[in-house]
């Protein structure tokens, strides 16, 4: 996993609660490896039937075709467990989707796969739509470092994160790695463990373990 970098860019905004995971990318996209989940990350209201794009759609309208954050209504992420649904985000190009609130397992899904899911207030997701419709152009600064996202005018939009959370995104460690950051102290558990129950380990080490009895 990369190291998560802050960045700035434009907002993209879809101000819709309950956003689920099958809107986020619909199952058809997940038949094959081979699947392009950029072009997947809400197909059915991205494009028509017949493959074409939906022109009033938000992602479909410069200057959002390229954004890296994203605006939406509460509960994000809801409905089925689909790990994919933060691929299609992350491959689309968004770095931060900034919601009042996430479901639980799409929330553990971003944040395991680099993608930062912050939780703003209710008002200030209105602010921030507000000042998007004023200049669509508005760029927004994400600074995970400081639990900010700062518009170029005006005050920030604050989130709060774990603190080992936040450290595990900056220094861009998945779970295994974030485990071995601890392998001498696992090491040294486990060699202390082993001498003071070895029988314990018997039926993995047999030879070793009755040395020790």
């Not at 090491?187 to 009755?210: C, G, I, K, S």
Request: net charge negative; hydrophobic share 50%; glycine share 6%.
């Amino acid at each position: 996993m990369q190291p998560f970098v802050a960045f700035r860019s434009v907002g993209a905004p879809l101000n819709r609660a309950n956003i689920n995971t099958d809107a986020i990318i619909p199952s058809a996209w997940l038949r094959s490896a081979e699947a392009d989940l950029a072009r997947g990350l809400f197909a059915a209201w991205r494009f028509d039937a017949d493959g074409n794009e939906i022109a009033d759609f938000v992602l479909n309208v410069p200057p959002f075709r390229t954004a890296r954050l994203l605006f939406a209504g509460a509960n994000f992420g809801c409905g089925s467990s689909r790990e994919a649904a933060a691929w299609a985000l992350k491959r689309f190009g968004f770095g931060c989707i900034a919601a009042p609130s996430f479901a639980d397992i799409f929330h553990e899904n971003a944040l395991r796969n680099g993608l930062l899911p912050a939780r703003i207030s209710e008002e200030d997701l209105a602010r921030a739509i507000a000042l998007i419709e004023a200049d669509p152009n508005t760029r927004f600064h994400v600074d995970l470092a400081g639990e900010a996202i700062t518009p170029e005018a005006g005050l920030p939009f604050r989130f709060a994160i774990e603190a080992h959370r936040k450290e595990a995104l900056l220094r861009g460690d998945d779970e295994i790695a974030a485990t071995l950051r601890h392998g001498e102290a696992i090491a040294a558990h486990a060699t202390a463990d082993m001498a003071e129950r070895p029988w314990l380990y018997a039926a993995l080490a047999p030879d070793a373990a009755r040395e020790k009895v």
